[in-house]
């Protein structure tokens, strides 16, 4: 079972690379991200993890389509789709305790105080409204 999000990135890339797609060019996150994700699904009938390199306005880049497929969601879990279910609820009725590390992925960038600016991360809108 993948750990986190990047070992679960590498498996989907090793075992379905087709399910996943890298967006190099620069993409607007006022509706572009997901024009682009709604066309792939309904022209292309397909439902790769997107991965957008170059978001306008941020440094940061977006991620999208993680568990479009319920296939994907299983392998998260380590889990057939058909057995997702039963796993998922054995999983709920034996959490595992958190485990706390000095060094992580997560620990790479640490804002505080002053530093935090929420308008720093992509906004992404899909609708007019948002």
């Known amino acids: 079972m993948s750990q986190d999000l990047r070992s679960y990135l590498d ?11 890298v967006v190099s060019r620069e993409v607007d996150p006022a509706f572009e991200i997901t024009a682009i994700t709604v066309k792939l699904e309904q022209e292309a009938k397909c439902r790769p993890i997107l991965l957008f390199e170059k978001v306008k306005g941020t440094k940061f880049p977006v991620l999208t389509n993680l568990h479009a497929r319920r296939s994907r969601l299983a392998a998260a879990i380590n889990a057939k789709p058909e057995e997702m279910q039963r796993v998922y609820l054995r999983a709920m009725e034996k959490p595992v305790a958190p485990k706390l590390v000095s060094k992580a992925p997560v620990k790479e960038v640490i804002l505080t105080g002053d530093k935090i600016d929420l308008h720093k991360l992509p906004q992404i809108l899909h609708h007019q409204e948002d």
Not at 11 to 21: A, H, M, T, V
């Open 11 to 21: 498996l989907i890339k090793q075992s379905r690379p087709e399910d996943f797609l």
